[in-house]
């Protein structure tokens, strides 16, 4: 991708919308701040169907083969014990 003089290395995909990044690493404060999400979200990385959670500070190390994808949730469904994500249960 390339954007006047400035060319973006890596693709990442933030709650469906696509971020066009250089840099070769990245933590989650930055991903919020360029997905336009406030800082009080919890970010988390998906890969192959399971979710990770993602250290507010924790440098992640971004690929130009690959797009990673990353959700991201209000900081207060993070509770200890408490999913952030819906799930059914079997009747």
Not at 24 to 49: E, I, K, Q, Y
Not at 79 to 87: D, K, L, M, R, Y
Request: proline fraction near 4%.
């Amino acid at each position: 991708m390339r954007t006047g003089d400035i060319e973006l290395r890596h693709i990442v995909d933030v709650d469906g919308q696509l971020i066009g990044i250089d840099a070769d690493m990245v933590d989650a404060s930055t991903l919020l701040a360029r997905a336009g999400r406030g800082p009080d979200r919890r970010v988390f990385l998906v890969r192959a169907g399971e979710r990770t959670a993602v250290a507010p500070h924790q440098r992640l190390r971004l690929s130009e083969r690959e797009v990673l994808f990353f959700e991201t949730v209000p900081t207060a469904m993070t509770w200890v014990g408490a999913s952030p994500f819906h799930s059914r249960l079997a009747a």
